[in-house]
């Protein structure tokens, strides 16, 4: 990446970022209440308090932080490894695809509270109760998108391919997969962004350490700036694992693209 486009991408968050902060500050200044509506310095403040000074149960932010993050990242990374092998198969096997295609779009209509309150009930609040959310919620997009890729490789690659008599082995490297990290990306980041919203309320639901948790307590002792201060930091590792792991990723593996193009 070049310095233009590494400026452009840097702009691309912080003016969004900024716009943000000066109608945070204008928010606080019209309530003129800092029990309703913090200003952001001192809401940051407070996040970078509560990084190094224990809160409730005797934890750190960044403790709770840990935790999530952990069930983040276990679940969304079995939620996509769970749509390639649905989206495979059903681009494989006419008669997976038939019973797939038809219960898929019922099974994405179902509500995640819902989703996560039953898999609570069902799993007595354990970790598996909220990687089973995560699964049922998310993998059905994940599966459909990574299918829908899969059935518009460009055949004639496929022929050129089987003419030159590549092996199987190739041609997943040199056709299939190629083709595919486009929808593997796009598909992971919608898991992702389900994951995240799903462990947080499942968290807020029936658990005692995580940042759900801690959205919940400090909701319920009615401090709104801490609360905020919490999720600010929520926030800040969202985009970081974005901005900071997932687009460099994906630059990277696409880099052929644009070498091609010149």
């Not at 003016?15 to 000066?22: H, K, N, Q, S």
């Not at 952001?40 to 000074?53: A, C, E, N, Y």
Request: proline share 4%; aromatic share 12%.
């Amino acid at each position: 990446m070049n310095a233009h486009a590494r400026l452009e991408s840097v702009a691309h968050l912080v003016v969004p970022l900024a716009g943000f902060a000066v109608l945070w500050q204008l928010g606080a200044l019209v309530v003129g209440n800092a029990s309703v509506l913090p200003d952001p310095v001192h809401t940051v403040s407070l996040t970078i308090d509560s990084m190094t000074s224990p809160g409730p149960r005797g934890f750190t932010s960044l403790h709770h932080l840990r935790i999530t993050l952990g069930r983040v990242v276990v679940a969304s990374t079995i939620g996509l490894v769970l749509s390639v092998i649905g989206g495979t198969l059903m681009w494989r096997s006419d008669a997976v695809e038939d019973v797939l295609s038809d219960w898929l779009p019922f099974v994405m209509t179902f509500p995640t509270v819902v989703v996560i309150l039953v898999t609570m009930i069902l799993f007595r609040f354990s970790e598996t109760s909220i990687l089973s959310a995560v699964l049922v919620a998310s993998v059905p997009f994940g599966v459909v998108n990574l299918w829908e890729g899969m059935k518009d490789i460009d055949t004639e690659l496929l022929e050129m391919a089987y003419a030159f008599d590549a092996s199987t082995l190739q041609i997943w490297r040199h056709v299939y997969i190629p083709h595919l990290m486009p929808f593997v990306f796009g598909s992971y980041r919608y898991i992702l962004g389900m994951v995240w919203k799903i462990v947080a309320l499942a968290e807020i639901f029936g658990f005692s350490v995580g940042m759900g948790a801690m959205f919940r307590f400090w909701y319920s002792q009615g401090q709104v700036d801490t609360l905020l201060a919490y999720f600010l930091l929520f926030i800040a590792v969202m985009l970081t694992v974005e901005y900071g792991l997932l687009k460099p990723l994906q630059t990277r593996i696409f880099r052929w693209r644009a070498d091609h193009a010149s």
